[in-house]
Structures are given as structure tokens and as C-alpha cells.
């Protein structure tokens, strides 16, 4: 073999090798850029679809129009759930919790509608494509109320100018009457007068003769004569001053059919607090008192809307009963509540006997009846004094101005009188009798009193209503 033929096979020889080695390494770099390049695309091709979930191929490019400039330190999606938040916060008034945007605009819309639904009677409001159009609903809301209060000031204007006509019909009333007086005390003096020279002249018809006698009964004639026309006179005046008194007393019937007296049970419809929150799933609430304003366990109160005034029979949309007292808030347990309206933040509670500042000062008269079969109970008068004063409430005897509230029961009921053989039979049946008539009259005295008094009267249901203790009386005894 000839020099030098060694080596250069062996140079092929290593390159082919080398070439192979290239071959492989290139090919396998292919294999794996391949498939590199597929996870690649599947990775492209899911988060496409999942952008395309998120916003649509047109919508994705008006992302920056539709929201905006992204707040500083949010993303656009994080941008566009503040302004929800910001939007749902506007309309409920309080800061919506971490849930769902379609939950916050459901939450939302269900406030609308339960505010709107009381006044469903009242007005139609303005709905739009999809359900309630706030804003002009609440334009609408506040034309009628300008309406209103510009017939409230129209009323108020008439009734002040038929106050200064009857204001001025009883100075003149008063005025007439005073010459009435004058006149009559005039026609009086003139009938004494004249009764004084009437006595003389029998006096002087006695001593005198019988010329003198017929002259004297002359003039007493004459005088008897004037009397009478006195007397007719001062039978008009007087005819004339009750017909003036009748006609006041007309004035002021008409005057109390326009301005009907103040409402006496206003104190009692003061809310003593307000819901702070409420917790459905433990079917609990919160209240903005505490022990710092003497709040204690077991203390019931009836639940009202804030927008809407007190039921007349006091019944409250549900009754909640205090098991948690801190500092400032207390925690209430709801013991019944009304499914079609529901208890919401901002509520007001009320508790006619409590009060965080004083003690109030009540009157207790009448028989009670708490089972409902028509029968008082023997003890039902000391049962709501219990009630009273296991509340920080005072009873009393007898109606004053300083009494705050009266609890009027039934009437207690008027014996008949005892016979004499019924008397016999019991010798207690007279004091019985005297004692039964003696609690009727005192019944309708405190009655009166607290009318002409403007005390608020309340009868059991009302009072129970206005405790927040009706549902517990009605599931246990009370007392």
C-alpha cells in the first residue's frame, strides 16, 4: 500500500463518522423542536379559546374602550370589578362582598326591587330592557314628592287662613259676649231699680190712703210692666249668647276635622336602635347598642323598615331577642320573621318598655286575656306589671303628666246589684259587688284621664307587638 493511503481513510473514515454524529444530533434537535413546537401551538390554540371565552375576537380589541385605563396597581379585568364593586356599592350603599360579579348585580337589583315594592301601590316606575330603570324611577319618585310637598304647603297655607278667620271669630266672639255681659248686668241693675221702687211703693200703699194706694198701684203696674219688658229683653240676649256659643262649638268641630290633634303615641314609635348586620345562615343580627347602653340578655325587640312608619297594631316584620351584649354592639337571635319581608340592614327596632336613658313611667288598668279563650285571667294585671318592670318600666297607680304610657285592658265587667236574699246567702256578695263597680269606675276614670291627658293607651295585642315579645308569649309562658 502506498505511503500516506492509511491516513487519508482514516480521515474519511472520521469524517463520515463525524458527519453521522451531526446527522443524528440535527436530527434529533428537529424531533424535539417538533414537538416543542406542537406543545407550543396546543398551549396557543387553549389560551385562544380561552381569551375567546373571556372576551370575543371584536370585544378584545375594545377592551381598553370599554373599561378604560386601568387603575394604578389593577388590571384591566381587576379595574373593571372595582367599578362594578363601585357601581353596586352606589345603589345598595354598602360595600359588597367577595363574590361573583352576576351575584353583586343579582344582589343589587334585589334591593332595588325591595325597596320599590312597598310602593308598588303607589307607583309604576320605569322599567327598561332588562328590568328597573332606577334613575327615572327616582325622577319620577321625586316629581311626585315636589307634588306633594307643594300640596302639603298649599293645605298648610288654607289651614293657617281658616286659623286667623276662627282666630278672629273668637276675638269677636269674645268681644260680643263682653257687651252681651254689660248690657245684661245694665238690664239687671234697671230690674233691681225697679224692684227696689216696687218694694217702696207697697211700703208707702200700706201707710197711705186709699188715693194714695191707687196712685202706688198705678205706678206698680207701670214698673210691673217695665220688668216685663226687661225680662223679655234679657230673654233675647240671652237666647242670642248660646246661639253665638253654638256656633263656636260648630267652629271648633270644623276646626278639629282639619287639624286633627298631635299624635300621642309618636314616643312610642322612637326606634331604641338599628341593624348594623345580619348573618342568614345563623339566623342572627347585630345592633348598634351595647352594654354601654344598658342593653342586657334576653331583652326582645320588634324589627320595622327604616322607610316605612309603624303598623297601627304595632306588629313588626319580626321579633328578635338579645343573646350577645359587647361593648357598643349586641347580637340578637331572630325568634320570627316575616318571609315575604325580609329583615335588612338599616331596620329599626323597637322595645316600648326599654330605654337606654330613663325609665319610663307605666299605667296598668282593665283584665287580660293571654290564652285567647275569651276569659281573663285572674293574675293578668300583675302578669304585664311583671313584664314592666322586668324591662327597667315603672308601674303606677294613677295617670299624671309624668306618666309615659298606659296598658288598657278589657273593660272589667258591672255586677248586678245583690238582692237581699242573695245577701243573706253570702254576706261578702255587697262588698263583692262595691268592689267589682269600684274597678270598673276606676277603669274609666284612668281612661279619661289619659285622653285629656294625650297619654298613649295601648291594649295587650299592641303591647305585646311593640315588646318583641309576642311570638315568645305565644310559644311559652312570659312570665
Not at 248660646?242 to 298631635?262: H, N, Q, V, Y
Not at 347598642?289 to 297594631?313: K, N, W
Not at 288598668?365 to 276569659?375: K, N, Y
Not at 285629656?452 to 315579645?469: A, C, D, Q, S
Request: aromatic content about 6%; some cysteine.
Amino acid at each position: 500500500m502506498p505511503a500516506g493511503k492509511p491516513s487519508q481513510s482514516n480521515a474519511m473514515l472520521y469524517t463520515v463518522i463525524i458527519f453521522v454524529a451531526l446527522f443524528i444530533i440535527s436530527t434529533s434537535c428537529a424531533v424535539i423542536f417538533y414537538i416543542k413546537s406542537e406543545e407550543y401551538k396546543i398551549q396557543a390554540d387553549d389560551a385562544a379559546r380561552e381569551m375567546s371565552a373571556f372576551a370575543s375576537r371584536s370585544e378584545q380589541g375594545k377592551i381598553g374602550a370599554m373599561v378604560g385605563k386601568p387603575l394604578k396597581g389593577k388590571s384591566v379585568l381587576g379595574t373593571m370589578v372595582m367599578y362594578i364593586d363601585d357601581l353596586v356599592e352606589a345603589v345598595t350603599g354598602a360595600g359588597p362582598e367577595e363574590t361573583t360579579a352576576a351575584v353583586k348585580v343579582n344582589e343589587a337589583k334585589m334591593k332595588i326591587n325591595e325597596v320599590l315594592e312597598p310602593l308598588k301601590d303607589q307607583l309604576t316606575g320605569a322599567t327598561g330592557p332588562r328590568g328597573v330603570d332606577l334613575i327615572e324611577t327616582i325622577r319620577q319618585l321625586t316629581a311626585e314628592l315636589d307634588a306633594l310637598n307643594l300640596s302639603a304647603r298649599s293645605i298648610e297655607s288654607q289651614l293657617n287662613n281658616i286659623q286667623d278667620d276662627f282666630d278672629l271669630a273668637v276675638k269677636n266672639f269674645g268681644i260680643e259676649e263682653q257687651m252681651l255681659i254689660e248690657d245684661k248686668n245694665r238690664y239687671q241693675a234697671d230690674a233691681d231699680r225697679v224692684q227696689a221702687d216696687y218694694d217702696d211703693l207697697r211700703q208707702l200703699m200700706e201707710e197711705s190712703a186709699d188715693e194714695q194706694i191707687q196712685i202706688a198701684m198705678d205706678k206698680v203696674e207701670r214698673s210691673d210692666e217695665k220688668l216685663l219688658q226687661r225680662t223679655t229683653q234679657l230673654q233675647a240676649i240671652q237666647q242670642e249668647l248660646d246661639e253665638t256659643k253654638r256656633e263656636l262649638g260648630l267652629a271648633l268641630s270644623r276646626l278639629e276635622d282639619i287639624k286633627p290633634r298631635p299624635d300621642t303615641d309618636v314616643k312610642a314609635f322612637e326606634p331604641d336602635a338599628r341593624i348594623v348586620k345580619i348573618d342568614i345562615e345563623t339566623n342572627v343580627v347585630y345592633l348598634d347598642i351595647g352594654s354601654d347602653d344598658h342593653v342586657y340578655r334576653g331583652l326582645t325587640f320588634s324589627v320595622y323598615d327604616q322607610s316605612a312608619p309603624i303598623p297601627e297594631d304595632g306588629k313588626g316584620k319580626a321579633e328578635i331577642e338579645i343573646f350577645y351584649v359587647g361593648r357598643n354592639v349586641s347580637g340578637a337571635q331572630i325568634n320570627s320573621s316575616c318571609t315575604k319581608n325580609t329583615i335588612v340592614p338599616e331596620g329599626m327596632v323597637v322595645n316600648l318598655i326599654w330605654d337606654s336613658e330613663t325609665s319610663n313611667s307605666f299605667v296598668v288598668a282593665g283584665d287580660f286575656d293571654f290564652d285567647g279563650d275569651g276569659r281573663p285571667e285572674q293574675n293578668g294585671f300583675e302578669k304585664i306589671e311583671q313584664l314592666i318592670e322586668r324591662w327597667g318600666g315603672r308601674t303606677v297607680d294613677d295617670i299624671s303628666i309624668e306618666t309615659d304610657f298606659m296598658v288598657a285592658g278589657t273593660r272589667p265587667p258591672t255586677p248586678s246589684k245583690p238582692s237581699v236574699e242573695a245577701i243573706e246567702l253570702d254576706p261578702d256578695a255587697g262588698q263583692k259587688y262595691d268592689a267589682a263597680m269600684q274597678k270598673a269606675q276606676n277603669y274609666d276614670v284612668l281612661l279619661r284621664k289619659a285622653r285629656e291627658l294625650n297619654v298613649p293607651v295601648f291594649n295587650r295585642k299592641r303591647f305585646m307587638h311593640l315588646t318583641g315579645y309576642d311570638s315568645l308569649a305565644r310559644r311559652s309562658s312570659p312570665f
